[in-house]
């Protein structure tokens, strides 16, 4: 399996819900950020946890990661029908020094009103 | 989406066509990407730029040809594709991709279909 590989592929909750998305990797890192796209358009950079950080905060979302396991979730408090979006982790490899990131294949996340 | 633009949004056109895609980003960014995104696959690294040098090229096939004048401008010019590489092409940039906290921002992409 490939670097960056989000979990679950699909996710469908109600509006006011939480929603939590992982990811995992495989090679050591400096960063792991996560995106967002809504269908069709460019993504947008969510929020970015350095490897030596455990956990980050930016409005409603958290995120944590976890170096040892290799793996970050992602977490939408009270979730909105406007949420609804793919959501990608993306990971910086040590390897290529920030040359390149490397995306999952993302989560589809639907907030239904 | 307002600080990295790509023109066309949508393009249509035949395997023997020649068409260029153009990506403009205004942040002052010193490193620029092509990827390349189809469905049900994670985005794919196409070329990568910094200070207008080619830094990677993801051995991409040679009937996509980027190109990047300066540091605001990077093109993506096509020539006898195939129905495969029918995709959604996202451009971005972002300060300088030897920094350790490179967060990448992306156009909104051009939608091409290969007839």
């Known amino acids: 399996s490939q670097q960056g590989e989000e979990d679950p592929q699909a996710l469908s909750i109600q509006e006011g819900e939480n929603a939590t998305m992982n990811c995992s990797y495989k090679t050591s890192i400096n960063n792991l950020q996560w995106y967002r796209q809504n269908s069709g358009r460019g993504l947008v950079h969510l929020i970015l946890i350095r490897s030596n950080e455990r956990e980050k905060h930016s409005g409603r979302l958290r995120v944590t990661l976890d170096t040892s396991k290799k793996s970050s979730s992602l977490l939408i408090t009270a979730s909105r029908a406007a949420d609804t979006a793919s959501y990608f982790c993306a990971t910086d490899p040590q390897e290529t020094s920030g040359s390149r990131l490397t995306f999952g294949e993302g989560t589809q996340l639907t907030v239904n009103p | 989406e307002t600080g990295v633009t790509q023109t066309p949004r949508h393009l249509v056109m035949g395997m023997t066509n020649k068409k260029s895609l153009k990506c403009e980003q205004h942040?002052?960014?010193?490193?620029m990407y092509w990827y390349k995104q189809s469905a049900k696959k994670p985005l794919e690294l196409m070329f990568v730029y910094s200070l207008e040098e080619r830094v990677e090229n993801n051995s991409v096939p040679s009937r996509f040809s980027p190109e990047c004048p300066n540091s605001s401008h990077l093109f993506l010019h096509l020539h006898t594709l195939q129905p495969e590489d029918s995709a959604l092409y996202l451009c971005a940039s972002s300060r300088y991709p030897g920094l350790t906290y490179n967060e990448q921002f992306f156009g909104p992409g051009t939608r091409l279909t290969v007839l």
């Open positions: 942040l002052g960014h010193n490193a």
